[in-house]
């Protein structure tokens, strides 16, 4: 069976401070990994996904996930918190054609 | 190019009432996906089309929702009877035909449906 645990609900931090997200999932194939950022009241927009090239992966808006297959997991980070992370981010693992999303992280930046 | 395009992007009915939700895909994207977002919540699985395979419809709540795609393109949702707890954000999602498997989903801006 496959799944995603978003093991924060919400997390806060200072601007300019360092951003961790955390997710884990199980899947009983080599998965691919994705993930997902909401702004209020917009779409859902790829921030970065895993394809096996490397296990370190860079996105959009200087956030980096690392995929780390003995514990099962693909945090996201960024260095330094910017007013506008601000947002829901999803975590989601594909296996085949089916798309298992976790239930998100609601990223607050404290000016 | 175009993007997932949504319609309408907003939706108010009365308890009760049938409601249609639009999603035309990516042109030339095989897959595609509905989701619900209830307030706060993640993305809860509702049905997945390829092709011209037979739906997974393993989400869909209750026989009250129903959707169909016609020649693999657009898509219709359609929500009978519908009831207050049916408010949420519909999103609608495509994928490429094929490829290596960490091809993403394409997201629309959604239809938020408000049932008074």
């Known amino acids: 069976a496959q799944s995603v645990t978003q093991l924060d609900s919400h997390v806060s931090v200072s601007e300019g401070t360092p951003v961790l997200l955390r997710c884990n999932y199980s899947?009983?194939?080599?998965?691919?990994l994705f993930w997902y950022v909401q702004h209020p009241n917009k779409g859902l927009q790829l921030l970065l996904k895993?394809?096996?090239?490397?296990?370190l992966v860079k996105g959009i808006n200087g956030f980096e996930a690392e995929f780390k297959k003995s514990e099962t997991s693909f945090h996201l980070t960024k260095p330094s918190a910017h007013m506008s992370d601000a947002a829901e981010y999803f975590c989601?693992?594909?296996?085949?054609?089916?798309?298992?999303f976790g239930t998100g992280t609601s990223l607050t930046v404290i000016p | 190019g175009a993007g997932v395009s949504q319609s309408p992007s907003n939706k108010v009915t009365e308890k009760g009432k049938d409601v249609e939700l639009r999603c035309d895909p990516i042109s030339g994207h095989t897959a595609l996906y509905w989701y619900r977002q209830s307030l706060g919540q993640g993305l809860e699985f509702l049905i997945y089309f390829q092709g011209n395979s037979a739906p997974d419809k393993s989400g869909l709540p209750s026989d009250r929702f129903s959707a169909e795609r016609t020649g693999g393109s657009v898509s219709t949702l359609t929500i009978q009877r519908t009831q207050q707890e049916d408010s949420a954000v519909y999103l609608c999602?495509?994928?490429?035909?094929?490829?290596?498997?960490?091809?993403?989903?394409?997201f629309g801006p959604g239809t938020r449906l408000t049932v008074l």
């Open positions: 999602a495509s994928t490429p035909p094929g490829g290596p498997s960490y091809n993403e989903q394409f």
């Open positions: 895993y394809t096996s090239a490397a296990t």
């Open positions: 989601v693992v594909r296996t085949g054609n089916q798309f298992y």
């Open positions: 899947s009983s194939y080599s998965p691919s």
